[in-house]
Protein backbone atom coordinates (compact mmCIF):
# COMPACT_ATOMS: atom_id res chain seq x y z
CA UNK A 1 0.00 0.00 0.00
CA UNK A 2 1.48 3.31 -0.28
CA UNK A 3 2.05 5.75 2.04
CA UNK A 4 1.11 9.35 1.99
CA UNK A 5 2.87 11.94 4.07
CA UNK A 6 0.08 14.96 4.93
CA UNK A 7 1.87 17.94 6.26
CA UNK A 8 -0.45 20.06 7.75
CA UNK A 9 -1.39 22.98 10.18
CA UNK A 10 -4.39 22.59 12.72
CA UNK A 11 -6.80 25.15 10.54
CA UNK A 12 -6.20 23.08 7.17
CA UNK A 13 -6.47 19.60 9.34
CA UNK A 14 -9.86 20.78 10.84
CA UNK A 15 -11.74 22.43 7.91
CA UNK A 16 -10.40 21.10 4.84
CA UNK A 17 -9.13 17.48 4.03
CA UNK A 18 -11.80 15.50 5.87
CA UNK A 19 -13.41 13.52 2.69
CA UNK A 20 -9.55 13.82 1.55
CA UNK A 21 -8.41 11.94 4.46
CA UNK A 22 -11.49 9.30 4.78
CA UNK A 23 -11.21 8.44 0.65
CA UNK A 24 -7.12 8.23 1.10
CA UNK A 25 -7.20 6.08 3.93
CA UNK A 26 -9.08 3.62 1.71
CA UNK A 27 -6.20 3.29 -0.59
CA UNK A 28 -2.95 4.15 1.40
CA UNK A 29 -1.26 4.40 4.51
CA UNK A 30 -1.77 7.97 5.63
CA UNK A 31 0.82 9.78 7.76
CA UNK A 32 -0.02 13.34 9.16
CA UNK A 33 2.12 16.17 10.45
CA UNK A 34 0.76 18.83 12.27
CA UNK A 35 2.41 22.34 11.77
CA UNK A 36 1.94 23.15 15.49
CA UNK A 37 2.48 20.21 16.93
CA UNK A 38 6.10 18.49 15.01
CA UNK A 39 9.21 19.55 16.12
CA UNK A 40 11.50 19.56 13.06
CA UNK A 41 14.88 18.04 13.14
CA UNK A 42 17.14 19.25 10.59
CA UNK A 43 19.52 16.19 11.09
CA UNK A 44 17.44 13.23 12.38
CA UNK A 45 14.28 12.78 10.63
CA UNK A 46 13.69 9.14 8.64
CA UNK A 47 11.34 9.75 6.57
CA UNK A 48 9.85 6.28 4.70
CA UNK A 49 7.19 7.64 2.97
CA UNK A 50 5.85 7.39 -0.87
CA UNK A 51 4.91 10.72 -1.33
CA UNK A 52 4.00 13.50 0.30
CA UNK A 53 1.00 16.16 0.01
CA UNK A 54 1.76 19.77 1.80
CA UNK A 55 -1.63 21.35 2.48
CA UNK A 56 -0.40 24.36 4.05
CA UNK A 57 2.30 27.27 3.16
CA UNK A 58 4.03 28.14 7.39
CA UNK A 59 7.35 28.60 7.58
CA UNK A 60 7.43 25.33 9.34
CA UNK A 61 5.89 23.18 6.48
CA UNK A 62 7.86 25.70 4.47
CA UNK A 63 11.28 23.73 6.02
CA UNK A 64 9.62 20.00 6.53
CA UNK A 65 9.00 20.44 2.33
CA UNK A 66 12.65 21.97 1.84
CA UNK A 67 14.33 18.76 4.27
CA UNK A 68 12.32 15.79 2.72
CA UNK A 69 13.16 17.33 -1.12
CA UNK A 70 16.87 18.07 0.13
CA UNK A 71 17.51 14.56 1.97
CA UNK A 72 15.38 12.07 0.27
CA UNK A 73 14.01 11.53 -2.94
CA UNK A 74 10.53 11.25 -2.04
CA UNK A 75 8.40 13.69 -4.22
CA UNK A 76 6.55 15.98 -2.03
CA UNK A 77 3.55 18.18 -3.62
CA UNK A 78 3.81 21.11 -3.93
CA UNK A 79 7.56 22.30 -3.75
CA UNK A 80 9.21 24.03 -1.62
CA UNK A 81 10.01 26.62 -3.76
CA UNK A 82 6.19 26.50 -5.29
CA UNK A 83 4.53 27.00 -2.13
CA UNK A 84 7.20 30.12 -1.29
CA UNK A 85 6.73 31.62 -4.84
CA UNK A 86 3.01 31.40 -4.63
CA UNK A 87 2.66 33.07 -1.34
CA UNK A 88 4.91 35.66 -2.18
CA UNK A 89 3.01 37.99 -4.51
CA UNK A 90 5.61 40.22 -5.63
CA UNK A 91 7.78 37.81 -6.43
CA UNK A 92 5.37 35.72 -8.57
CA UNK A 93 4.29 39.02 -10.49
CA UNK A 94 7.86 39.59 -11.31
CA UNK A 95 8.20 35.96 -12.56
CA UNK A 96 5.36 35.32 -14.45
CA UNK A 97 5.78 38.72 -16.43
CA UNK A 98 9.07 38.19 -17.11
CA UNK A 99 7.67 34.41 -18.42
CA UNK A 100 5.56 36.78 -20.62
CA UNK A 101 2.37 36.05 -18.56
CA UNK A 102 -0.77 38.93 -19.12
CA UNK A 103 -0.75 39.75 -15.50
CA UNK A 104 -1.91 43.36 -14.34
CA UNK A 105 0.39 46.17 -13.84
CA UNK A 106 1.68 46.06 -10.23
CA UNK A 107 4.64 47.85 -8.45
CA UNK A 108 5.40 48.19 -4.55
CA UNK A 109 5.29 51.41 -2.78
CA UNK A 110 5.98 53.00 0.43
CA UNK A 111 3.64 53.92 2.21
CA UNK A 112 2.45 57.46 0.82
CA UNK A 113 3.14 57.19 -2.49
CA UNK A 114 0.36 56.49 -5.02
CA UNK A 115 1.04 54.31 -8.10
CA UNK A 116 0.42 55.18 -12.02
CA UNK A 117 -3.08 53.73 -12.59
CA UNK A 118 -5.63 55.59 -11.61
CA UNK A 119 -7.86 52.17 -10.77
CA UNK A 120 -6.10 49.86 -8.38
CA UNK A 121 -6.12 46.98 -5.72
CA UNK A 122 -4.23 47.08 -2.94
CA UNK A 123 -3.25 43.47 -1.83
CA UNK A 124 -1.02 41.88 0.94
CA UNK A 125 2.36 41.12 -0.02
CA UNK A 126 2.79 37.75 1.89
CA UNK A 127 -0.19 36.12 1.55
CA UNK A 128 1.37 32.96 3.79
CA UNK A 129 -1.46 33.20 6.71
CA UNK A 130 -4.98 31.34 6.79
CA UNK A 131 -7.18 34.59 5.85
CA UNK A 132 -9.60 35.55 3.77
CA UNK A 133 -9.48 38.61 1.45
CA UNK A 134 -11.00 41.32 3.16
CA UNK A 135 -11.72 44.31 0.62
CA UNK A 136 -12.69 47.59 1.90
CA UNK A 137 -14.27 49.70 -1.56
CA UNK A 138 -13.30 53.25 -2.30
CA UNK A 139 -14.42 55.10 -5.43
CA UNK A 140 -12.44 58.55 -5.86
CA UNK A 141 -13.48 61.21 -8.75
CA UNK A 142 -15.19 57.97 -10.27
CA UNK A 143 -11.98 55.37 -9.64
CA UNK A 144 -12.17 52.32 -8.37
CA UNK A 145 -9.80 51.54 -5.59
CA UNK A 146 -10.21 48.70 -3.29
CA UNK A 147 -7.91 47.86 -0.60
CA UNK A 148 -7.51 44.56 0.73
CA UNK A 149 -7.51 45.33 4.97
CA UNK A 150 -4.71 42.49 5.57
CA UNK A 151 -2.15 44.70 3.44
CA UNK A 152 -2.99 47.24 5.13
CA UNK A 153 -2.58 45.40 8.35
CA UNK A 154 0.65 44.58 7.48
CA UNK A 155 1.98 47.97 6.66
CA UNK A 156 0.30 49.99 9.14
CA UNK A 157 -0.87 47.94 11.88
CA UNK A 158 0.46 47.88 15.67
CA UNK A 159 2.41 44.66 14.04
CA UNK A 160 3.20 46.32 10.96
CA UNK A 161 5.75 44.46 9.39
CA UNK A 162 6.95 46.71 6.79
CA UNK A 163 6.43 49.98 5.25
CA UNK A 164 5.16 49.04 1.49
CA UNK A 165 2.19 48.17 0.15
CA UNK A 166 1.60 45.94 -3.41
CA UNK A 167 -0.72 47.72 -6.14
CA UNK A 168 -2.05 45.90 -8.90
CA UNK A 169 -3.87 47.85 -11.55
CA UNK A 170 -7.49 46.94 -11.44
CA UNK A 171 -9.20 45.17 -14.40
CA UNK A 172 -12.70 45.24 -14.67
CA UNK A 173 -14.26 41.90 -15.45
CA UNK A 174 -17.98 40.63 -15.66
CA UNK A 175 -16.74 37.18 -14.09
CA UNK A 176 -13.85 36.13 -12.16
CA UNK A 177 -12.30 32.62 -13.31
CA UNK A 178 -11.19 30.22 -11.33
CA UNK A 179 -8.91 27.19 -12.52
CA UNK A 180 -7.86 24.60 -10.43
CA UNK A 181 -4.38 22.56 -11.89
CA UNK A 182 -3.77 18.79 -10.55
CA UNK A 183 -0.91 17.94 -12.53
CA UNK A 184 -1.77 18.37 -16.38
CA UNK A 185 -5.49 18.58 -15.39
CA UNK A 186 -7.18 21.92 -15.09
CA UNK A 187 -10.62 22.57 -14.30
CA UNK A 188 -12.58 25.86 -15.58
CA UNK A 189 -15.35 27.86 -13.29
CA UNK A 190 -16.09 31.02 -13.58
CA UNK A 191 -18.28 33.23 -11.12
CA UNK A 192 -19.23 37.00 -9.76
CA UNK A 193 -16.35 38.70 -8.84
CA UNK A 194 -15.92 38.62 -4.93
CA UNK A 195 -16.32 42.57 -4.91
CA UNK A 196 -19.77 42.28 -6.95
CA UNK A 197 -20.91 39.03 -4.93
CA UNK A 198 -18.75 38.13 -1.64
CA UNK A 199 -20.10 34.64 -1.84
CA UNK A 200 -18.37 33.36 -4.35
CA UNK A 201 -20.10 29.66 -4.53
CA UNK A 202 -23.55 31.59 -5.31
CA UNK A 203 -22.66 31.92 -8.56
CA UNK A 204 -20.02 30.06 -9.70
CA UNK A 205 -20.57 27.21 -12.39
CA UNK A 206 -17.77 25.07 -14.52
CA UNK A 207 -17.44 26.45 -18.11
CA UNK A 208 -15.58 24.82 -20.68
CA UNK A 209 -11.66 25.06 -21.58
CA UNK A 210 -10.80 28.64 -22.21
CA UNK A 211 -7.47 27.76 -24.09
CA UNK A 212 -6.21 31.19 -23.51
CA UNK A 213 -6.24 30.95 -20.02
CA UNK A 214 -5.25 27.04 -20.12
CA UNK A 215 -2.15 28.32 -21.61
CA UNK A 216 -1.60 30.76 -19.47
CA UNK A 217 -2.61 28.08 -16.48
CA UNK A 218 0.41 26.00 -17.35
CA UNK A 219 3.00 27.96 -17.98
CA UNK A 220 2.09 29.83 -14.68
CA UNK A 221 2.67 26.39 -12.53
CA UNK A 222 5.57 24.73 -14.71
CA UNK A 223 7.56 29.04 -13.81
CA UNK A 224 6.45 28.50 -10.13
CA UNK A 225 6.98 24.82 -9.92
CA UNK A 226 3.50 24.00 -8.82
CA UNK A 227 1.71 20.66 -9.63
CA UNK A 228 -1.89 21.59 -7.03
CA UNK A 229 -2.94 25.03 -7.26
CA UNK A 230 -5.93 27.62 -8.27
CA UNK A 231 -5.30 30.48 -10.11
CA UNK A 232 -7.92 33.34 -10.70
CA UNK A 233 -8.20 35.11 -14.06
CA UNK A 234 -10.00 38.79 -15.11
CA UNK A 235 -11.00 39.37 -18.41
CA UNK A 236 -10.73 43.33 -19.79
CA UNK A 237 -12.98 44.68 -21.53
CA UNK A 238 -10.97 44.48 -24.73
CA UNK A 239 -10.81 41.05 -24.11
CA UNK A 240 -7.54 40.01 -22.54
CA UNK A 241 -7.24 37.88 -19.53
CA UNK A 242 -5.03 38.80 -16.72
CA UNK A 243 -3.77 36.33 -14.29
CA UNK A 244 -4.56 38.01 -10.86
CA UNK A 245 -3.71 35.39 -8.34
CA UNK A 246 -2.27 32.53 -7.75
CA UNK A 247 -2.73 29.57 -4.53
CA UNK A 248 -0.54 26.39 -3.51
CA UNK A 249 -3.08 25.30 -1.14
CA UNK A 250 -6.41 25.21 -3.06
CA UNK A 251 -9.62 24.51 -1.72
CA UNK A 252 -10.33 20.91 -3.79
CA UNK A 253 -13.53 20.20 -1.44
CA UNK A 254 -14.91 23.11 -4.38
CA UNK A 255 -14.64 21.25 -7.22
CA UNK A 256 -16.81 17.56 -8.25
CA UNK A 257 -14.99 14.51 -6.43
CA UNK A 258 -11.88 16.84 -6.03
CA UNK A 259 -10.63 14.94 -3.15
CA UNK A 260 -10.77 11.52 -4.72
CA UNK A 261 -8.95 13.18 -8.21
CA UNK A 262 -6.05 14.99 -5.53
CA UNK A 263 -6.01 11.44 -3.60
CA UNK A 264 -6.04 9.48 -7.78
CA UNK A 265 -3.09 12.18 -8.47
CA UNK A 266 -0.91 11.47 -5.45
CA UNK A 267 -0.97 7.96 -5.87
CA UNK A 268 0.12 8.09 -9.30
CA UNK A 269 2.58 10.99 -8.54
CA UNK A 270 4.52 7.85 -5.08
CA UNK A 271 7.94 7.10 -5.55
CA UNK A 272 7.89 3.42 -6.91
CA UNK B 1 42.74 50.37 -16.97
CA UNK B 2 40.63 52.47 -19.19
CA UNK B 3 38.57 55.36 -18.59
CA UNK B 4 35.18 54.34 -18.07
CA UNK B 5 32.20 56.43 -19.00
CA UNK B 6 30.53 58.06 -16.19
CA UNK B 7 27.75 55.72 -14.44
CA UNK B 8 24.56 55.83 -12.82
CA UNK B 9 24.89 53.97 -9.91
CA UNK B 10 22.40 52.32 -7.12
CA UNK B 11 22.82 51.04 -4.18
CA UNK B 12 19.99 49.27 -1.99
CA UNK B 13 21.09 49.88 1.06
CA UNK B 14 19.11 49.98 4.61
CA UNK B 15 21.73 53.06 5.85
CA UNK B 16 23.06 56.21 3.71
CA UNK B 17 26.57 55.78 6.30
CA UNK B 18 28.79 53.63 6.93
CA UNK B 19 30.45 51.33 4.43
CA UNK B 20 27.78 52.82 2.00
CA UNK B 21 28.52 56.70 2.49
CA UNK B 22 31.64 55.78 1.72
CA UNK B 23 31.89 53.56 -1.14
CA UNK B 24 29.29 56.31 -2.73
CA UNK B 25 31.83 59.30 -2.74
CA UNK B 26 34.25 56.78 -3.84
CA UNK B 27 32.38 56.62 -6.89
CA UNK B 28 31.35 59.89 -7.11
CA UNK B 29 35.05 61.06 -6.97
CA UNK B 30 35.55 58.93 -10.11
CA UNK B 31 32.95 61.01 -11.99
CA UNK B 32 29.98 58.80 -11.36
CA UNK B 33 26.51 59.33 -10.31
CA UNK B 34 25.34 57.39 -6.99
CA UNK B 35 21.69 56.95 -5.85
CA UNK B 36 21.23 55.59 -2.70
CA UNK B 37 17.52 54.00 -1.96
CA UNK B 38 16.68 53.57 1.51
CA UNK B 39 13.68 51.53 2.58
CA UNK B 40 11.52 55.18 2.74
CA UNK B 41 12.56 56.30 -1.26
CA UNK B 42 12.67 52.79 -2.72
CA UNK B 43 9.43 52.28 -5.31
CA UNK B 44 9.82 49.44 -6.61
CA UNK B 45 8.68 50.20 -10.52
CA UNK B 46 9.95 51.09 -13.91
CA UNK B 47 11.66 54.05 -12.08
CA UNK B 48 14.37 52.12 -10.65
CA UNK B 49 15.44 50.40 -14.44
CA UNK B 50 17.20 54.41 -15.40
CA UNK B 51 20.18 53.67 -13.64
CA UNK B 52 23.46 51.10 -14.80
CA UNK B 53 23.48 49.27 -12.01
CA UNK B 54 23.07 48.44 -8.28
CA UNK B 55 24.58 47.13 -5.49
CA UNK B 56 22.67 45.04 -3.05
CA UNK B 57 24.17 46.22 0.58
CA UNK B 58 21.10 45.36 2.85
CA UNK B 59 19.45 42.17 2.37
CA UNK B 60 15.94 42.92 4.13
CA UNK B 61 13.22 41.39 2.39
CA UNK B 62 12.26 44.80 -0.27
CA UNK B 63 15.54 45.12 -1.20
CA UNK B 64 15.75 41.58 -2.36
CA UNK B 65 12.27 42.27 -4.18
CA UNK B 66 14.19 44.90 -5.85
CA UNK B 67 16.95 42.81 -7.01
CA UNK B 68 14.78 40.23 -8.52
CA UNK B 69 12.44 42.96 -9.91
CA UNK B 70 16.19 44.35 -11.50
CA UNK B 71 17.29 41.14 -12.37
CA UNK B 72 13.96 40.05 -14.53
CA UNK B 73 14.32 43.51 -16.55
CA UNK B 74 18.05 42.70 -17.29
CA UNK B 75 19.73 45.77 -14.62
CA UNK B 76 22.71 44.36 -12.91
CA UNK B 77 22.70 43.54 -9.31
CA UNK B 78 25.83 43.07 -7.60
CA UNK B 79 26.32 40.99 -5.69
CA UNK B 80 24.27 38.27 -7.02
CA UNK B 81 20.74 38.20 -5.98
CA UNK B 82 20.00 34.53 -5.72
CA UNK B 83 22.81 33.98 -3.35
CA UNK B 84 22.48 36.84 -1.32
CA UNK B 85 18.45 35.67 -0.72
CA UNK B 86 20.20 32.15 -0.13
CA UNK B 87 22.37 33.73 2.92
CA UNK B 88 19.52 35.97 4.43
CA UNK B 89 17.67 32.82 5.20
CA UNK B 90 18.58 30.66 7.44
CA UNK B 91 16.77 27.57 6.20
CA UNK B 92 18.27 28.18 3.04
CA UNK B 93 21.60 28.77 4.25
CA UNK B 94 21.70 25.29 5.97
CA UNK B 95 20.81 23.27 3.44
CA UNK B 96 23.13 25.34 0.94
CA UNK B 97 25.89 25.01 3.33
CA UNK B 98 25.26 21.41 4.06
CA UNK B 99 25.16 20.84 0.39
CA UNK B 100 28.27 22.30 -0.34
CA UNK B 101 30.26 19.63 2.92
CA UNK B 102 30.41 22.85 5.32
CA UNK B 103 30.34 21.92 9.15
CA UNK B 104 26.92 23.78 10.85
CA UNK B 105 25.35 23.17 14.06
CA UNK B 106 22.29 21.32 14.32
CA UNK B 107 19.17 23.01 13.94
CA UNK B 108 15.33 22.91 15.14
CA UNK B 109 12.53 24.52 14.37
CA UNK B 110 8.69 24.17 16.10
CA UNK B 111 6.97 26.32 18.54
CA UNK B 112 7.44 26.09 22.29
CA UNK B 113 5.16 23.71 23.07
CA UNK B 114 6.83 21.31 20.55
CA UNK B 115 10.17 22.14 21.75
CA UNK B 116 9.20 21.40 25.48
CA UNK B 117 7.48 18.03 24.64
CA UNK B 118 9.96 16.33 22.68
CA UNK B 119 13.31 17.76 23.03
CA UNK B 120 15.66 16.49 25.30
CA UNK B 121 16.89 18.90 28.24
CA UNK B 122 20.15 17.48 26.94
CA UNK B 123 20.26 19.56 23.75
CA UNK B 124 20.43 22.87 25.51
CA UNK B 125 21.43 25.43 25.60
CA UNK B 126 20.56 26.46 21.55
CA UNK B 127 20.54 29.77 19.90
CA UNK B 128 17.57 31.36 18.95
CA UNK B 129 17.70 33.31 15.42
CA UNK B 130 15.16 34.75 13.41
CA UNK B 131 14.75 32.83 10.31
CA UNK B 132 15.10 35.88 7.84
CA UNK B 133 17.83 37.12 8.67
CA UNK B 134 21.97 37.73 9.19
CA UNK B 135 24.38 39.05 11.71
CA UNK B 136 23.88 39.15 15.57
CA UNK B 137 20.23 41.22 15.19
CA UNK B 138 17.57 39.47 17.69
CA UNK B 139 19.58 36.43 18.52
CA UNK B 140 20.03 35.43 21.72
CA UNK B 141 20.94 32.05 23.72
CA UNK B 142 18.20 29.81 25.32
CA UNK B 143 19.82 27.90 28.20
CA UNK B 144 16.55 25.82 28.90
CA UNK B 145 12.75 25.74 28.13
CA UNK B 146 12.27 27.82 30.56
CA UNK B 147 13.67 30.69 28.48
CA UNK B 148 10.77 30.29 25.59
CA UNK B 149 7.41 31.56 25.53
CA UNK B 150 5.45 28.83 25.83
CA UNK B 151 2.22 30.68 25.09
CA UNK B 152 3.45 31.57 21.74
CA UNK B 153 2.41 29.58 18.62
CA UNK B 154 5.05 30.95 16.66
CA UNK B 155 7.73 28.80 14.88
CA UNK B 156 11.08 29.27 16.12
CA UNK B 157 14.72 28.29 14.88
CA UNK B 158 17.23 26.94 17.08
CA UNK B 159 20.70 26.32 16.49
CA UNK B 160 22.19 24.38 19.09
CA UNK B 161 25.63 26.49 20.39
CA UNK B 162 28.70 25.06 20.23
CA UNK B 163 30.99 25.47 23.01
CA UNK B 164 34.50 27.28 21.82
CA UNK B 165 35.93 30.01 20.14
CA UNK B 166 33.95 32.54 18.15
CA UNK B 167 36.00 34.41 14.81
CA UNK B 168 34.49 36.81 12.43
CA UNK B 169 36.41 36.34 9.28
CA UNK B 170 36.32 38.75 5.99
CA UNK B 171 37.64 38.26 2.95
CA UNK B 172 38.51 40.56 -0.12
CA UNK B 173 39.50 38.82 -3.02
CA UNK B 174 42.40 36.65 -2.13
CA UNK B 175 43.08 38.87 1.39
CA UNK B 176 41.41 37.54 4.83
CA UNK B 177 41.60 39.66 7.92
CA UNK B 178 40.49 37.04 10.63
CA UNK B 179 39.41 38.50 13.83
CA UNK B 180 38.37 36.52 17.45
CA UNK B 181 35.41 38.06 18.61
CA UNK B 182 33.01 37.68 22.11
CA UNK B 183 29.97 34.52 21.96
CA UNK B 184 27.23 36.32 19.55
CA UNK B 185 28.51 40.32 19.20
CA UNK B 186 27.92 41.77 16.47
CA UNK B 187 30.43 43.36 13.65
CA UNK B 188 31.46 45.77 14.98
CA UNK B 189 32.50 45.06 18.48
CA UNK B 190 36.30 44.85 20.03
CA UNK B 191 37.91 41.99 18.25
CA UNK B 192 41.18 40.84 18.80
CA UNK B 193 43.14 40.15 15.59
CA UNK B 194 44.19 36.69 14.92
CA UNK B 195 47.17 36.17 12.16
CA UNK B 196 48.15 32.84 10.98
CA UNK B 197 45.40 31.04 11.33
CA UNK B 198 45.88 28.81 8.17
CA UNK B 199 42.88 26.49 8.61
CA UNK B 200 40.00 29.62 9.18
CA UNK B 201 42.01 31.12 6.44
CA UNK B 202 41.57 28.29 4.00
CA UNK B 203 37.79 27.55 4.99
CA UNK B 204 37.37 31.04 4.04
CA UNK B 205 38.75 31.15 0.56
CA UNK B 206 36.96 28.13 -0.12
CA UNK B 207 34.02 29.51 0.85
CA UNK B 208 33.93 32.08 -1.50
CA UNK B 209 35.71 29.93 -4.40
CA UNK B 210 32.43 27.61 -4.27
CA UNK B 211 30.03 30.41 -4.20
CA UNK B 212 32.06 32.96 -6.31
CA UNK B 213 31.87 35.49 -4.27
CA UNK B 214 34.24 39.06 -4.41
CA UNK B 215 34.09 39.75 -0.40
CA UNK B 216 32.38 38.54 2.19
CA UNK B 217 32.36 37.54 5.60
CA UNK B 218 31.99 34.57 7.58
CA UNK B 219 31.21 34.20 11.80
CA UNK B 220 33.30 30.30 12.91
CA UNK B 221 33.08 28.78 15.58
CA UNK B 222 36.06 26.14 16.46
CA UNK B 223 34.55 23.81 19.02
CA UNK B 224 36.52 23.26 21.96
CA UNK B 225 35.85 19.52 22.19
CA UNK B 226 36.83 18.88 18.82
CA UNK B 227 38.71 21.64 17.27
CA UNK B 228 36.39 21.40 14.17
CA UNK B 229 35.29 24.69 12.13
CA UNK B 230 31.61 25.83 12.38
CA UNK B 231 29.88 28.24 10.18
CA UNK B 232 27.31 29.66 11.80
CA UNK B 233 26.69 32.49 9.68
CA UNK B 234 27.22 33.95 6.65
CA UNK B 235 27.40 37.41 5.21
CA UNK B 236 27.85 38.66 1.61
CA UNK B 237 28.19 42.88 1.77
CA UNK B 238 29.68 43.45 5.63
CA UNK B 239 30.71 46.57 7.17
CA UNK B 240 34.35 45.79 7.27
CA UNK B 241 34.43 47.87 10.30
CA UNK B 242 36.98 45.51 12.33
CA UNK B 243 39.24 45.12 8.57
CA UNK B 244 42.79 45.10 9.31
CA UNK B 245 44.11 43.76 5.79
CA UNK B 246 46.20 45.73 4.05
CA UNK B 247 44.08 46.81 1.29
CA UNK B 248 41.43 50.27 1.76
CA UNK B 249 38.66 47.85 1.64
CA UNK B 250 36.44 50.90 -0.40
CA UNK B 251 39.19 50.82 -3.01
CA UNK B 252 39.45 47.56 -3.26
CA UNK B 253 35.51 46.55 -2.92
CA UNK B 254 34.26 49.64 -5.51
CA UNK B 255 36.94 48.66 -8.10
CA UNK B 256 36.23 45.01 -8.14
CA UNK B 257 32.17 46.15 -8.23
CA UNK B 258 32.78 48.09 -11.39
CA UNK B 259 35.40 44.99 -12.97
CA UNK B 260 31.94 42.65 -12.34
CA UNK B 261 29.66 45.31 -14.00
CA UNK B 262 31.92 45.49 -16.64
CA UNK B 263 32.15 41.63 -17.09
CA UNK B 264 28.81 41.37 -16.90
CA UNK B 265 27.99 44.12 -19.45
CA UNK B 266 29.91 42.34 -21.49
CA UNK B 267 28.36 39.29 -21.30
Given amino acids: MVKIGLIIDNYHLEKKVMQFLEYCRNIAEVSIYVEEEYLLDFSGNKFNEDIFFAKAKGDLVLSIVKLIEEST ?43 PFKEYIIKNIIDQKNYSFNPKIN ?54 PILV ?11 PNIPEIAEMAHKATHILDLEISSIDFLKSKEGIYYLTDINSSPNFNYLKNGPQIVGDYLISRAKR | MTIMEPLEIGILSKRNKGFTGKIKRYYEKKG ?16 LLEKDFYILKSKQLFYLYAAYFLDSNNVIVIPDTYI ?32 KSQLSINEFPLVQKPI ?7 IRIIKSINDLDLNSEEVIYLEKYIEGNHYLVYFIENETCVCEKKPLANEHQKVKIITNDYEIEQLTLQWKEIYKLMFGHLDLIRERSTNKLYIVDVGTFPEFSNWKGSIDPIKAIGDSILFKYQLLKGN
Avoid at chain 1, 80 to 91: E, V, W
Avoid at chain 1, 197 to 207: A, L, Q, Y
Avoid at chain 2, 93 to 103: A, C, T, V
Fill in chain 1, 197 to 207: NPDKMKSRTEI
Fill in chain 2, 132 to 138: MSSGSKD
Fill in chain 1, 73 to 115: QIPVINSSKGIFLAFNRFLNSVLLRKAGINIPDFCLLPLGLMP
Fill in chain 1, 139 to 192: KEEGNLKVIDIRALEEAEGINAKYNHLYYQEFIKSKWEYKIYTIGEELYFFKQL
Fill in chain 2, 84 to 115: SHIFKNRVESYFSLQKKGFLTPKVYMGNAKSF
Fill in chain 2, 32 to 47: HSVKIFLEGNLSIDNS
